[in-house]
């Protein structure tokens, strides 16, 4: 019945704001010139941070994942851990690998946020060398001597990781779908007097706004040949506004965490950018 559900039903599940997954079923659609969502069913695997993390604030928090789970009938993969950044990703791919194997349609990486606070340094993609190399242009071939630039894989740079993190996940599952998410807007956290983070009108210990990292998702996609969902835009969530911290968790000492408003709406947001891209090759 879940591959019944079309691009109608899901305009009616988005604008009842109370209609369940169950209810939607039950609605009769016309199915003809009527497009599917398709990751309706899907099985996704989950690479992320404390906003990933199903055991954030001991469970309370209904994650975004968990709406798409309701709405669509996915079935979820998820390894986000709170405080990770994005050297983690082989660590998360190893156990989505592990318990999964190659059964997960697609995969969604949502990092970068903790990078930034970490203060790691944005780096550069590639590095660059002088090599000689066979070529030809309306002449006989020969070698010559070229610029070559090869992705720069290191652990101490913010593009490094995500040269790390992405190589890793195509070598280990070539034919699935990848997504990126970039990072949302941060404002100010307090999570104790070793743990307070200024908002993101600050620049990090090492001199770079939040934006920097942001970009660096951007162009990954770009880089890589994955897609990017720019949440940091799309959400439409910005906890530097007073009025959006209706989205925020605690408007006096967490204004980085969504909270339960805040999932959903990413949520909603995810439900559309992904009808752009396959679930599954």
Known sequence: MRQKIVGLLLVCLLLGGNTSFTQAQEMVVSPDGMIKHPWVGMRVGYI???????????????????????????????????????????????RLLKEHGQEVDAILVFLGTNDFNASIPVGSWYTETKEMVMAARGKPKQEVLRTKRSFHYTDSTYKGRINIGLRWLKQHF????????????????????????????????????????????????????????????????????????????????????PNNKGHERMARTLLYQLLAHPARF
């Open 48 to 94: 992320g941070d404390s906003i990933t993390d199903p055991n954030l604030y001991n469970g309370s928090i209904k994650n975004y994942w968990k709406w798409l789970d309701e709405w669509l009938g996915i079935t979820s993969y998820v390894y986000g851990i709170s405080g990770r950044q994005w050297n983690d990703v082989p660590n998360q791919g190893e």
């Open 174 to 257: 070539p034919d699935k779908q990848i997504i990126l998410l970039t990072p949302l807007h941060r404002s100010t956290a307090i999570f104790g007097d070793t743990n307070v983070q200024p908002d993101e009108n600050y620049q990090n210990a090492c001199s770079e706004y939040i934006d920097a990292y942001v970009e660096a998702i951007r162009e990954a996609g770009s880089l890589w040949g994955v897609p990017v969902i720019d949440f940091n835009a799309v959400s439409g969530i910005n906890p530097m506004v007073e009025e959006q911290l209706i989205y925020l968790r605690d408007t006096e000492t967490d204004r980085l965490h």
